[in-house]
């Protein structure tokens, strides 16, 4: 009997804590589930801070927050794996909660990096724009080599490229296309500057005939003038500068002409050796100068005995002053060439041995920059 009544005993304890360990079972399934909100959390804070372009202004910070995330959905897997009596969803909480800070750190901070970059972006575009502005105004119409004329409209093209992306937002594109329009509108500026000094170096040169111009037309003599950085021509009479016309010069014209085919604009004081009507000229009417007068023959020979140029390429001459002009660029092949009306003022005001006076600049260096 006793044995009996302690068989049923276990059976009933056996059963109890069957029942016990179910119900302990059914409640943990039932309380113990996934991180799922927190997942959600991370998921929707990681797509934000991507689509607010996280990835390109905070990328460590952004890769941080996706490692996260991916170590959280893995560590659910692993959970989900198991029996559920012994799932701890403890650490895929914890790494999604991390992926989560991650993602709004780093969104705070792309949002940071942009309005900077914005910012820099915008003064420096300002600053490039300026440069652009004074390369056109200063040395844009300067007889450049090919080669440095390029490099500037490539500069440019880059800079209008930075301004486009820089209107999409797309600020870091910007800002590259923007490093290389400024390194290509330095080495312009730079080139260009050096071309500049190296055309001033004749200033002392130029100011002595200037002011002999003046003199001789203090004196009652009519002068014509030509400032070839100015590209103008100006007529004199009394000391003063009675009228002043636009002109166009040869394709090298800040080179001083010293042979034949150059294609330069000869400088010094010459004099109107023979007036051209429109019978005896292409080109409306012409005063031909007395180019190449004696200082250019000295000059000459100096070249060809120092061996820097020969004999074969000869001296050139027949340089005028003629009509034909307002084309808006210089073509001629070392003359100056200045519109049909205008000729037609020159042409009266003028008279075989008119001293004519032709400068590289007025200005100074430093007043022409400035």
Not at 38 to 65: Q, S, W
Not at 297 to 325: A, C, D, F, P, W
Request: aromatic share 10%; charged share 30%; hydrophobic share 40%.
């Amino acid at each position: 009997m006793k044995a009996r009544k302690l068989f049923l005993l276990n059976i009933y304890l056996f059963v109890g804590l069957a029942v016990i360990a179910s119900g302990y079972s059914l409640f943990y399934y039932a309380t113990i589930k996934p991180p799922l909100e927190e997942i959600e959390m991370a998921r929707a804070a990681l797509a934000e801070a991507k689509g607010k372009m996280a990835g390109k202004y905070a990328g460590e910070l952004l890769k941080e927050a996706e490692e996260n995330f991916e170590q959280s959905i893995e560590e659910w897997k692993k959970q989900n794996n198991r029996l559920f009596i012994f799932r701890d969803y403890t650490r895929t909480a914890q790494l999604a909660l991390n992926s989560y800070d991650r993602s709004l750190v780093a969104l705070n901070e792309a949002e940071k990096s942009k309005n900077r970059l914005k910012y820099n972006t915008e003064i420096r575009l300002h600053k490039l724009e300026q440069k652009i502005s004074y390369f056109e105004e200063h040395y844009e119409t300067l007889a450049l080599n090919p080669a440095n004329y390029k490099l500037f409209v490539s500069g440019k093209t880059k800079f209008s490229e930075a301004i486009i992306e820089y209107k999409a937002q797309e600020y870091l594109i910007a800002a590259k296309h923007l490093l290389k329009a400024e390194e290509a509108i330095n080495k312009a500026e730079k080139q260009a500057h050096l071309k500049l000094a190296e055309f001033y170096r004749k200033y002392p040169e130029w100011e002595k005939n200037m002011q002999m111009a003046y003199r001789l037309s203090s004196k009652g003599q009519t002068v014509i003038l030509i400032d070839k950085l100015d590209a103008s021509l100006i007529i004199l009479k009394s000391g003063k500068e009675y009228k002043m016309f636009r002109v166009e010069l040869g394709g090298n014209w800040m080179a001083d002409k010293i042979m034949s085919g150059d294609k330069a604009t000869p400088e010094g004081i010459y004099k109107v050796q023979v007036k051209k009507g429109r019978s005896n000229t292409k080109y409306h009417k012409a005063l031909l100068i007395d180019y190449p007068n004696m200082e250019d023959r000295n000059r000459y020979n100096k070249l060809v005995q120092s061996g820097r140029i020969t004999k074969n390429n000869g001296m050139g001459g027949l340089i005028e002053i003629h009509g034909e002009g307002g084309k808006g660029i210089n073509w001629t092949d070392g003359c100056i060439a200045i519109e049909n009306n205008e000729m037609d003022i020159v042409f009266n005001q003028c008279n075989v041995n008119t001293p004519v006076i032709i400068v590289g600049a007025r200005q100074t260096f430093e007043e022409y920059l400035n």
